[in-house]
Every structure is written in C-alpha cells, then in structure tokens.
C-alpha cells in the first residue's frame, strides 16, 4: 500500500466537502453499478458471450466513479481498452454497453468496435485506444479543441502506469503543458503492465515524479478513495476550466483480477493482493458512508441488489439482441 | 506578381477565379489559405510553419493572417501533433497537420494506421474524422536515404484512409482544397522536387470535389503511361520523346492511391493495350502492382504486352548524385520500355 | 510428451534431428531455444517475455534457461527495443525482438523502416545487422481492428528487410532458425490463429537455410492457389474441397514476402493456366498485387484468365464474431473463386 | 548566455586537473580541426561539391572535442545529421569525410550515406541519424551490447535540444535507466531546433529537469568550455564503465550558423547571437592555454594553419576523387 497516498488522499478536503449528500450517495452506486458490469462481463466471457479478450477494473471503480463527479456534460474523455468504468461513469447505456461486448447490432459501436473499443460520443466519450499511449496525444487535441472553443471544457485521459513509458505519453505531457491546454491526464496505477511489476518497467513506483518534469501540476492520490479523487479531480478541472493549464493525478489503484480473460494473475504475491482487497474502495466507501450514517447497511444492499438487477436485464436483452447484419454498408461506417 | 501579391488580389474577390500560372508551392499555400478562410474551424499544426512560413515555405503568409492560435508551431513530436489532430477532429475542428518530410510517417504510423484511420469504423460509423495530414517526399535532391522517400506505399494497405498524390499546381491547389472539405482522414502525398514547378490553377475556385480516381493529362493511342508524383513529368517528357517517332502515349496521372479506381487506366488500356507504370518506389508494395493486377483482370484480353513496372531499385537510395539519379526513372527508360512493349 | 519434455528430450542430442509432431507454438519456442544455445550472441527482447514465458507463450522456458539477461522483459516501449535491437547488432550481437501483436509494429516502424533497414546501406555496406523481429499477427480471435492485422503490407516496400511469414509448424521453426542465423534484418510475421496448430517438424535439424521464394506445399494441375500465414490452411482446406470434384489444385505457400521472387509461381501458372491469391489483407498494398503483377509478365501467355485476388475488405475488421468470419476469406469462396476461373 | 551553466561548469574540475599539457593542447587541435573542417563544407557546398543540404556544428567544437577526449577507443558513440564534429573527434580520416560529403567513392561510406549519414565503425562511430531521436534507442542498444560483454565499454549518444520532444527520447532514457545502461546522452542545447526557440516547443531551457526524471544522474555543463565538457564526460564516463549506470549531461551551447545549408537564422536575434560569439569556445578555450602559458599566440595561429592546410588538402583530393561506380553491385550494400 502506499502511505503517502493515504496520507495525501484528503488534502483537496475542501471540493470533497461540498457535494451534497445525494452526490456521496451517487457515487456508491456508481461504483457498485461498475463492479457488478465488470462481474457480469467475466461471466458473460466465461459463457462465450464476449468474444476475444476482455480486461475489467473492479478494484479501480473509484478512480472512475471520482473522475466522472467532476465532469460536465460537454466535456471530453477518452480511455483504454480497460475502458469499460469510464464509460459507465459517464453515462452509458448499460445494455449498450453490453450489447457492444457481445458484439450485437444493438452495440454502442453497433458490434463493430467491442470490449476494448466503446466509444460514445454523445456522452464525450471520445474513444478506447487499444495501443497503449495511443490515447493521450488524441486526449490532447480535444484539449486543445476545448481551448479554441473557449467553453471552458476540459478533456480527460485515462491510461496506467504501463503507459507512462512509451513515446506517445512523453509528446503528449509535453505538447499539453507547451500549448497550457485544459486536459487532466489520470494515471491508473495499478502497479503492472500485463503481467511485469511496475518496477521491472520504471525506475520508481511514484509517476508524479515523471510528469513533474513537464513542469505539470501533479497530484499523487489515493485511487481507492473515492473521495480523494473526487477532491483531485475536481481541483484540477477547475484550475484546467480556468486557463491554468494541464495536471496531471496519479491514482494508485489494483486491478482485482489479471490483465485479460482468464488471467489468474500468479506473478502477483498473496500477500499484495491480500492487502489491496482490504482496500477495495468499494467496501471502504459504503463502510464510510454507513459510518457517517449517509445510508444503512441495508441501502447499500438494495443498491447492490437493484444494481445487479438492472445489469442482469441489460445483459438479458443484450443477449438477445440481433447480430449485426451482414448485408449493412460497411463502407459507409469506414468513410463518411 | 509574387505569390502573396496574387493572393492578396486574389482576395480582394474570394470567389472570383482565375487562371493563373504559379508554382506548386503557391498553389499549396492559396489552397490552405482559401479553405482557412472559409472554415474557422480549420487549423494547422507543423514543425516551424508559424512565423517561419515552413521548412519549404509551403505556409508562407498563414501565420500572418491567421494567428498563432490556427498556425501552429509544434514541438518535435509527430505522434502527439498527429495524435492530436485526431481529438480535434473528433471535437468539431478539421486539423490539418504538415509533415516536413514524408519519411517522418514512420514516427507516427501508429496514429495514422490504428487510430485515425479505424476510429469511425470502430465507432460503428459514428464519428467523423475529418482530418488532413500533408507530408512532403520524394527523391532527387541528394537529401539521402531518410529524406527522399514519397512514403506512397506505406500506408497503401490502410483501410479507412484516403491517399492523394498531386503532381501539378493545380491538382495540389484543387486536391488540397477537396481535401480539407473531406469529412474523412486524407493523406496528401506532395513531391518537395515539384514545389518550384509552374502551371496554370483555378485560383479562386469555390466548386471543389475530391477526384475519384486516375486522370487523363494527355491523351494518345498508342500506349498507356500511369505515373505519380514527379514520375508524371517524366512520364509526360517521355510522352515528348515517343511523340517524335510517331508514337502517341496517354499519360495518366493515378492521383488517388486510395480507394483505388482503376476503370479510367482500363479504358485507356482498352484503347492502347500496352501499359507501362512509373513509380518512385520500391518494385514491391506499391500502388503500380496493384494498378496493373486490377487492370488484368478488368482488361485482360486488351493486353497486347505483360504491362511493365518501371520503379526504384530494391535498396535505398543513395547520396550521391550520379547514383541518386541513375535510379529514378527517366524519360528516357520510360520511353524505351514503351517501345520495348509495342 | 508436452513441448518442454521434447525439447528436454532434444537436449540430450542437440544435433540429432528427430521428426516430431509439434503445434507452431512450440515450434517457435524450439527454434529460439536451439538458436539461443547455439550463439551465446543472440538474446531477445519483449513484453512479458521473461519470468511469464510470454503472453502468447512463444518463449516459454526460454528464461528459465538463459536467464534474464538474454531473455529481456522491457517497458512498454517498442520504439525503445527494436532501436536498441539495431545498437546491439551493430557492435556484435544477434538479437531477437519479439512484438506482442504485429499491429503495435507501427509505434516503431520508423526504426525498422528508416533505422534498421537502411543503416547497412547507408553505412556503404560497411556494417552488418542481424536482427530479426517477431511479430504475432492475424484476425479471427474477435480481437477488434486493433488487434487482429497481420501486418504483411505495411514493410512490404521497405528495401534492407527481408520479411517472411511461417505458415505451419515446420515452417516456424525452420524459418525462424534460418532468420537468427541471417545476418540482415528479418521481420517474421507470425499468425496467432495458428499457435495450437500441429503438424510434423525436424525438431534438432541443424543445417538450416533461409528459403528464397515460395514454397508448393500440395501438387496440382488445374488451377494454382497463393497464399501466406493462416491463409494458406484454407487454401489447403478448399483444394481438399475441389479435390472431391475432381479438380487438382497446386497449393503455394508465398512464405517470402521480400526479397519477393515469384519464378516459382509462375512455374506452376506455366502448368496450371490459373492464378488464385489469399491474402489476410486490405485490397491494396499487398503482397498479392505484386505476385499477379510479376507472374503477368514472366508467365503472361500461360494466363486462361485473368489471375484472382481474394482479400480481406477495404474496411477495418469487426468485432462481431459473425461479420469477422464473413470477412475472412474461406475454402469455400476460395474454391469458388477458383471454379469460376475454370 | 546562461550562468548557472558557467557557474556550475568546472564542478568536476578534479577530472580536467588529470589531463597532460599535452592532452590540453590536443584539445584545442581537434577544436580548431573541426572548425576548420566546418568552413570548408560551408563553401564546398557554396561550389557545390557538398549536395543536397548539410548540418554544420561551428559553435559546439567544445562539446565534440571534450566527450570525446573522455572515451576510449573502443567505446560506441552515435550522433545526428550534425555529426561531422562527433566524427572529426574520434579520429575519421579527413579526406574520408569530405569523400563521402562529395558523394565519392572513397568516401566513408562509399558516397551512399552523405552529410548526414557518416558512419565509421571502426572508430566506435555507430551511425548518424536523421530521424530527430531515432539515434537514442541505438545507442541504448549499444550500451547494453558493452554491458553483456563486460569490457568496461560505454556507449555515448549526442543529440540535440529539439530531440527531448519526441517519444524516441523518452523510451531510451527509460529503458537505460531500468536496465542501468552505460549510456552517456549528451545533449547539445544550442536552444534552437530549426527555427524554434527551445521555449516555444519545451516548458523551461533547462533539459536536466527532464532527464531527472528517469532517476538518471544529470548534470548542466557549460557546452563552450571544453575542459568543463571533458571533465563532466570524464566524470560520467567512469561511473559507466563502473557499472554506475547511464548519464544525462546537457551542454549549453549555440551552433554560430543557420540550421541547415543557406540558412540566415533571422530568427535569432541580433544580440543573442552577438553574446555568444563572444563565448565562442574555440577562442575562449586559446585564450585560456595562452593565458595559462601552455601555448603561444603563435603556436595556436600555426595550429588554425596547419589544420586549414590539412583540411583543405583532404578537400582537394576528395573533390578529385572518383564517384562511386553506377556498376557496383548494391544489392550486396544492402543485404549480406
Ligand atoms: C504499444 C503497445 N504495446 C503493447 C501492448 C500490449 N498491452 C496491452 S495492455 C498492456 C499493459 C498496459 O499496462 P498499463 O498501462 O499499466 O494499463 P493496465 O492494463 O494496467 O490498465 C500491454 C503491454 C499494447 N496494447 N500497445
Ligand atoms: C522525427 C523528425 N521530425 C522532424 C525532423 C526535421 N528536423 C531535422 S533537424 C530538426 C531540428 C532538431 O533540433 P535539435 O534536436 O535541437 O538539433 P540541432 O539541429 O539543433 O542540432 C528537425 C525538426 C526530423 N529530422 N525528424
Ligand atoms: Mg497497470
Ligand atoms: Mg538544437
């Protein structure tokens, strides 16, 4: 675990302190709506329903949930194939989502995209880059986008700790912070690539460090407190809202389960992973809002329950869904 | 008249056109200049082409008239500016980005190839990509192994891209200018040896379309030439040559690498039933395969001659003068190999 | 016996070759161990290579052996690896990049493209670089459009590189033998639909040679089908389907994509009069153009008719599972292909 | 002109102390070597015995002349189309050089490579890249290529200020970092790319900032002292070789011509230009040995004669030598 993390995760108390208790209670079942998507997706996978790979984020649902609270409406986001958090946070239709994953006509990208590629624009959901890094320098034209249009959005990028080592990162930071361009880049740091720790890949587990040398405001903070990334976020899109350049957060986090598919994720000790379930921000988010009496055990079950429901319906009629036709204009969806 | 002054009077009366005999370098200025004017919600990113004008002054005056904020020096970082022009397009604008040389697509084919080009297709058909990226290439200037490749070739297999080639002025002010109406993600493919040629362009012309597929530039029965790029001029100086011993070669410029259309060269081929092509680039890989394998099979009988390929050597090229240019194409090779087929 | 006790077993008498029925898989796995005890030289680079034995487990065991300093996990960071690929092989080393999927060979296609495969010429041949990379490519595992190219045409018209795709166990292993013993650079494209194919391989064979054009991998008389990497299986598998009607199809394994030397080919069009290519690839830009392009000229009066391109679309492959198996030529529209040819 | 990088320049003075009188004095021979060398392509290519374009290093002798009076023969250096100095330094025969400028068969690479690609192996000079950054991943490799032999040996990479920009950069610093490489990256700040001034395109001047980053050893050199230059090489070098790791020094300097051919370098202004001409390294560093009474006003003149002399022999001979044959066979240039 990272203490510093912990320690730091309040400091932005201040913008975490003015949502409303609807907004506290909102983020739950954000987050509970994630974590039972993602649990349904690896049965619909282990059913043959989603084709390929797929690669989920239970564990990493506050970083989502968080990001999302500081939106707006017209702003931007874009993510990676682990994109699925995101693109419920903000909004997507569940059974849109699903239908995607299944690879049906009624998909969010109408079967052509799949599990790594939801893309929603109505919601600014701007696209899932499979290519890692690809997503940043894309993150930053809508960044630069958002400044020209002088709407005072901001654009956000999603991407992990794996990322921070390719080209594509480096030119994106630094086209960002050049250009002073309103895009909050957020580092999932789930401490592995696939399947190598962190520290086998970069010299240092800490990625604040790496952005700071593009002069970016940077945040180090505790991805499982939802909270925390709701204080950090919300700080950094009112500063980026405001002409005050990029930032970028660092959240730590764990992914839950392997990589992709079935990876049972061995390279991993006990130990660690023992330790990140403590923190599950899940539990650790209704735990608080029971304790300060937001809600009652029993609400928090009901929104599991309702939760569960509303994702099993929404993978039911997915499942039902036609498949894409085989007679549509494909190159009308290749060229306008 | 200097380019600006002609631009200058040019806009005095925007949609008034005139024939006007410039350079390929003006011509590529007056089109991004015209279509910034139309389309506020153009811009442009490139290394130096602020204040400088560009590297080969292909963005000569922009900066001046249309501000720093739409004529956008960028850091050496072809991903993220490429990259970029992806998520502005996404988000309302229509990016257009310079390559200083073509050989730099190597440093962000990925963009190009994996995320700009499948993004709308991914999305279902979603979004659109208008996006325009011009990169200049091509050989003859002893600029050595990384500076003088046309690049037509790499991204030939891409779907979801198109790829235009202008080998005239007035195609490069009138392919541009469709160009950057295009709802889709255009590669324009510009030769920095033609950049000082002259012709006359419709200067002014509003009533632009992207070109669908090959063109005629000079008419003749009696074999088909198919060229890009600089190869046209030679192809057309062959043409010069074959017209002096009473043969009447038909010169067509390919123009669009993609989507490939090749029923224009068939036609021709019908008439003339030999065909040769002229490519500068390697003999594998490129557009000229596929024109002769799509001409077989749409005019196989008409064919009196297997066609030929004339292209560059399969290794790099070299620096020095005299090999550089032993192995570009000439006029001359293009002619005889014409009359080897008659 | 599972591949790591074969190659146990193979240990005892690394130099007795002994025919065994492998999956692709553990013939590269067979081949990169046998080169890798061979030359303390060589080493190879990648993603979760290492400790995990690869993500698609081409390197499992390799570790365990050689220890990390020969089997190198590296950052996300293939503009890194493969650069430094060329660093090592110019001051004495032979190494091995492994790309996880062949569609991330665009982040680092400048460094094959304008680094790797032009430092040897621009050197005036003064320099020698043995590299070989690997790259795991191919549709129908509904990995989306990112992830499922094979990536054949996007090198094919880069001159310094050799490229060649292995389409059987055999193949993979012989071929990848020959590509780390090669002292050029050599880009091995691999099909991640074929790892857990079988088929009989000379596990140990010492005396390997990098092959030097296509190879007939089923005599026939009628009509002559091309292909490369899983297309080749299907091309077996429709010539099966012909065969039960009496037609003998001449299946050739293209194998060499560059150099590209298609004399065997039109050998076969010389005796079969019919040409059919299957190619895992857009329309444009590939292997295929130049194969009909060259056999129209060396074979052009042995053509009964115009020779056959089957590809993938010109649009991104989908998701879906049933719109991917749509695009994905099969024995059935191969053998149909061929019959309307008859 | 930059005066932390003054102040900071003879940090490592107790390196420059170890050089023999005779070490110093060969110092400023190769500095003058190169600036002689420099003229002469300058108005070869007036004449136009040098083709195409070319990338002059008058200005940055000191930093050619100070690394690599801190290598030894075997070690690998690579550079950029601005490399004719790194080459000069390590001891390329002239009329080699000028041969392969010329296009000449008997140039050092046969007239195929060409200004921006001189390549010498034989003198550790592993290849001049002309893509921006394209030279760093290289000399990664060769760094790890001299840590599997163990020979003590290290791998030296010039690039410059514009290079920082580009993921090549980013993934090399990284990767020798990680792998704790004996990679010395010498950046030549000369605060220009073509016609960029380094803050336009980059958050601050000084590159050390960035290099930090990867946890790497850095160090701010003054680019025009050739002793400061030698002792921080000398400094990183031996750290190398000592299994230390790599080291980023960057060298604050100025090229006194235009990026390229015929290029005016209006968009420098007149009294930046001014400032550093007058810290032209190869003056201040003859004025330091006659200062310091290791040489003679005419002793240094009669250097500036004799390598005038011997350049402008090696020029005429190389201009006299044959092209190369258009009936070699290029195929065996290509491929084995
Ligand atoms: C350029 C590129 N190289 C390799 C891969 C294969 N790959 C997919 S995900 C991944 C690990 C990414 O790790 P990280 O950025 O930490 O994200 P996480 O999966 O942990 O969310 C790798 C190596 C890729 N998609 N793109
Ligand atoms: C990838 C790439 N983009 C652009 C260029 C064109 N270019 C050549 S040199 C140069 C400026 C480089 O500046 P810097 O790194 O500071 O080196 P300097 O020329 O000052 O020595 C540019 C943009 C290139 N060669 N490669
Ligand atoms: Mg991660
Ligand atoms: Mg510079």
Same mark, same amino acid.
């Given at each position: 675990?990272?203490?510093?993390? /912990?320690?730091? &995760?309040?400091?932005?108390? =201040?913008?975490?302190?003015? +949502? $409303? %208790?609807? #907004? ?80 049906? /006509?009624?998909? &969010?990208?109408?079967?052509? =995209?799949?599990?790594?590629? +939801? $893309? %929603?624009? #109505? ?94 405001? $940077? ?118 | ?342």
């Amino acid at each position: 675990m990272n203490e510093r993390a /912990a320690g730091n &995760a309040r400091a932005s108390d =201040g913008a975490a302190a003015a +949502l $409303t %208790d609807e #907004d506290r209670i909102d983020l739950l079942r954000t987050m509970i709506m994630i974590r039972e998507f993602e649990e349904q997706v690896q049965r619909s996978y282990l059913e043959g329903l989603v084709h390929g790979t797929t690669h989920l984020c239970n564990g990493q649902e506050a970083v989502c949930a968080g990001v999302a609270k500081a939106l707006r409406d017209d702003d931007y986001v874009s993510y990676t194939y682990r994109g699925h958090g995101q693109c419920l946070a903000r909004g997507m239709d569940l059974e849109a989502a699903f239908a995607e994953l299944f690879g049906r /006509a009624t998909g &969010a990208c109408g079967g052509l =995209g799949g599990s790594m590629h +939801l $893309t %929603d624009i #109505d919601h600014g959901l701007i696209g899932a880059f499979g290519i890692v890094g690809a997503g940043l320098p894309v993150a930053v034209g809508a960044g630069l986008s958002a400044q020209l249009a002088g709407r005072k959005q901001v654009s956000v990028c999603f991407f992990g700790d794996g990322a921070v080592n390719i080209g594509a990162f480096h030119e994106a930071l630094n086209i960002a912070q050049v250009w002073r361009l309103p895009v909050i880049f957020v580092c999932e740091n789930n401490l592995y690539g696939e399947f190598s720790h962190i520290l086998h890949t970069t010299p240092y587990e800490d990625l604040v460090i790496r952005a700071a040398s593009y002069a970016m405001r $940077t945040e180090l903070v505790d991805g499982n407190d939802v909270l925390a990334v709701y204080a950090a976020a919300a700080g950094a899109v009112a500063r980026a809202r405001d002409n005050g350049g990029p930032a970028f957060l660092e959240c730590k986090t764990y992914r839950h389960r392997g990589h992709s598919r079935t990876d049972p994720a061995k390279y991993r000790a006990p130990a660690e992973v023992e330790a990140w379930l403590k923190r599950d921000p899940l539990s650790l988010y209704r735990a608080e809002l029971c304790a300060a009496g937001l809600i009652s055990e029993s609400d928090a079950d009901r929104f599991t329950i309702e939760a569960r429901s509303a994702v099993k319906a929404a993978a039911d009629r997915a499942a039902a869904a036609p498949w894409p036709s085989l007679k549509q204009d494909f190159m009308a969806k290749t060229f306008v | 008249m200097t380019a600006n002054e002609k631009m200058a009077a040019a806009e005095l009366k925007p949609l008034q056109m005139a024939i006007q005999e410039i350079t390929y370098r003006e011509a590529i200025v007056a089109a991004l200049r015209e279509e910034m004017r139309r389309d506020p919600k153009t811009l442009i990113m490139g290394e130096d082409i602020g204040a400088s004008g560009g590297p080969f002054k292909t963005c000569q005056g922009l900066y001046e008239e249309f501000g720093a904020s739409r004529v956008r020096d960028t850091p050496i970082a072809e991903t993220g500016f490429v990259g970029a022009a992806l998520g502005l397009a996404l988000t309302g604008y229509r990016p257009i980005v310079e390559i200083m040389f073509a050989d730099f697509l190597g440093v962000c084919f990925d963009q190009i190839a994996n995320s700009i080009a499948k993004h709308r297709f991914m999305s279902g058909g979603r979004v659109k990509t208008p996006i325009v990226i011009r990169a200049l290439g091509g050989a003859g200037l002893r600029f050595g192994a990384q500076h003088s490749q046309t690049a037509e070739s790499w991204l030939l297999s891409v779907p979801g891209l198109k790829i235009i080639c202008p080998s005239n002025p007035e195609q490069a002010y009138l392919m541009l200018k469709a160009a950057i109406r295009d709802d889709n993600p255009v590669l324009v493919l510009e030769h920095k040896a033609l950049l000082s040629t002259k012709g006359a362009a419709p200067i002014g012309l509003d009533d632009v379309a992207m070109p669908t597929g090959p063109r005629v530039l000079r008419p003749g029965r009696h074999a088909t030439i198919v060229a890009s790029l600089a190869m046209v001029g030679k192809a057309l100086a062959a043409a010069d040559r074959l017209a002096l011993e009473g043969i009447e070669a038909e010169v067509i410029d390919v123009q669009v690498l993609r989507p490939l259309n090749v029923s224009p060269i068939s036609d021709s081929v019908r008439r003339t039933n030999i065909l040769v092509t002229v490519e500068e680039q390697a003999p594998t890989g490129g557009w000229s395969s596929d024109v002769v394998a799509d001409v077989v099979s749409q005019a196989f009988d008409f064919l009196d001659a297997p066609p030929a390929r004339i292209t560059l050597p399969d290794h790099p090229l070299p620096y020095s003068p005299h090999l550089e240019d032993s192995f570009i194409p000439s006029p001359e090779r293009i002619a005889a190999t014409v009359k080897s087929l008659l």
